[in-house]
Every structure is written in C-alpha cells, then in structure tokens.
C-alpha cells in the first residue's frame, strides 16, 4: 500500500482479554515504531524496531505488553490481560530511518470495558 | 535520557496574530528535531524538520531555528489562519539509534 496501515481501526474488548495490533509499514522502511496517545495526551514512546531488532524497548508500560517485527516488515502490538487503563489510540509509524520523515498511520482506537 | 519539553496548550489566538510555540530538547550529541502536525480527525504528518545546528525548517509559512545554545526549536508563523487549527508536536531523533521522540503536543485554536 501507499502507506502505513494499521488493524483494525477500532478494539472494543472486556477487562483481562488479550488484543493483538497490527501495523503494515511503508515498504522499504527499516524503522518502525509505536506510540500511544491517550484522550487529551500527548505520545507516549512504547518502543522502535530497527529491521526486526528492538532497540529500545524502555517504554512498555509493563510486561502485559509485547511487540515483534517479522521480515522487516509487519508489527505485532500484543495486549495481554488489557485493563482499563490501556484504553487508548495505539499509533505506528515507518521511516527509513535517521533524520527522515515518519510516516503515520491512522491508528487504532482500544477501548477496554 | 533524550526528552522534548512544550508549552502546554491550549494556545488560543485570533486569524492574523502572530504565533509561537516553545520547544527545548535534552539530548546527548546532536538530535534531528522536527515539528508534527495533527489536524481535527486526521494522522500526524511531518510540518518541517531540521537536521543541523542554526538549520531554518520552513513550510506553509511555519518555521523554525535549531538552536543548539539553547537546546530550543521554537515553532513561529508570522499570521496564523482558522485552519492552523490543530494539535502541534515537538519531535528529536536520535542521530545513529533512530529512536523518535515526542514532546506532549500543543493545542492551536484560531478563532475567525
């Protein structure tokens, strides 16, 4: 595709369920990352993939969290045990990298209840 | 670590009035800075970056100095339009780890 897709666009799911985000980078884009953004928030940094090497993963808000990157490409955003509190838009970005525009998606919306 | 700090929003102005938005930035060695925009109902896109010390980013009348002496890059628009309108968001790059930070975004409002 053109540009960064993201599934689905909308979560509704009960309290202790797991949920799995997906993210389709931009092809070519060897950096991909994820964000969150709750209601009035800004983005909280959640980690970056180089290739499919997780760099940084200090920004999990806990170990119910978990992503991986298969063949440079595709991202997993896994939930597990989602509690309230996790109710945000999930948002994934590509670029290739260094000082070069990342390229968003739309994002999904959780909402856990 | 690496961290972007804004003012905190919302900023509410008049069409035509001149705006800034504070941005400063605490990073080891010399980070890419850019400015996100995120208008009503649609994704963040790329406003203008900067790469380099005393580097101008510029686009649709924003623009914006990095300045490595005081570790700012202050967004400005001479006259600003209704359709500024948007949620702005200081960003680095850490140079040689890739790793893309935020500040916590700025609300613009701009009232005819």
């Known amino acids: 595709g053109a540009g960064v897709s993201q599934s689905p666009s909308n979560k509704v799911t009960e309290k202790g369920k797991d949920v799995e985000l997906r993210c389709d980078p931009i092809?070519?884009?060897?950096?991909l990352y994820w964000y969150r953004q709750s209601l009035g928030q800004g983005l909280e940094f959640l980690i970056y993939?180089?290739?499919?090497?997780?760099?940084?993963k200090s920004g999990l808000p806990s170990d119910r969290f978990s992503a991986e990157r298969t063949g440079g490409s595709v991202s997993t955003l896994t939930i597990q045990r989602t509690q309230q509190e996790d109710s945000a838009v999930y948002l994934c970005?590509?670029?290739?990298?260094?000082?070069?525009?990342?390229?968003f998606g739309q994002g999904t919306r959780l909402t856990v209840v | 670590g690496n961290s972007v700090t804004q003012m905190e929003g919302p900023v509410t102005l008049s069409e035509e009035a001149f705006l800034t938005i504070n941005c400063t930035y605490t990073?080891?060695?010399?980070?890419?800075l850019f400015w996100y925009v995120q208008y009503p109902g649609e994704g963040l896109q790329l406003l203008l970056k900067?790469?380099?010390?005393?580097d101008k980013g510029s686009n649709k009348g924003f623009e914006a100095t990095y300045r490595k002496e005081t570790t700012s890059f202050h967004l400005e628009k001479g006259s600003v339009q209704v359709s500024d309108s948007a949620v702005y968001f200081c960003?680095?790059?850490?140079?040689?780890?890739?790793?893309?930070?935020f500040g916590t975004g700025t609300r613009l409002q701009v009232f005819p």
């Open positions: 993939f180089q290739g499919n090497s997780a760099p940084d």
């Open positions: 960003a680095l790059s850490d140079r040689g780890t890739d790793k893309l930070i």
């Open positions: 092809s070519g884009h060897t950096a």
């Open positions: 990073a080891t060695g010399y980070p890419s």
């Open positions: 900067a790469t380099k010390a005393d």
């Open positions: 970005a590509s670029s290739t990298g260094g000082p070069t525009e990342a390229f």
